[in-house]
């Protein structure tokens, strides 16, 4: 084999190695916290729970008027 393919094959498994990486880093991360018992979830924020109120929908089911009154 000439150095050319060397190379070109040492790119694509260097670049495959990277995407890896790249893509699964965040699940070694959590895995890794899990094993060592420091595992806190990335959607909760440090001093959040999960059970925030949300804010409820409008009432809808009444027509209002114009200013706001229920209609008679």
């Known amino acids: 084999m000439s150095g050319q393919k060397y190379l070109a ?3 694509v498994v260097a670049v495959g190695v990277f995407n890896g990486y790249y ?3 965040q699940a070694f991360v959590d895995e ?6 420091t595992y806190m979830s990335s959607t ?14 409008a009432d809808r089911s009444k027509p209002e008027g ?3 009154a229920p209609r008679k």
């Open 9 to 11: 094959i040492g790119l």
């Open 23 to 25: 893509t699964f880093n």
């Open 32 to 37: 890794k916290q899990k094993r060592d018992g």
């Open 44 to 57: 909760l924020q440090p001093g959040t729970t999960k059970t925030e109120p949300q804010p409820q929908p």
């Open 66 to 68: 114009d200013n706001g």
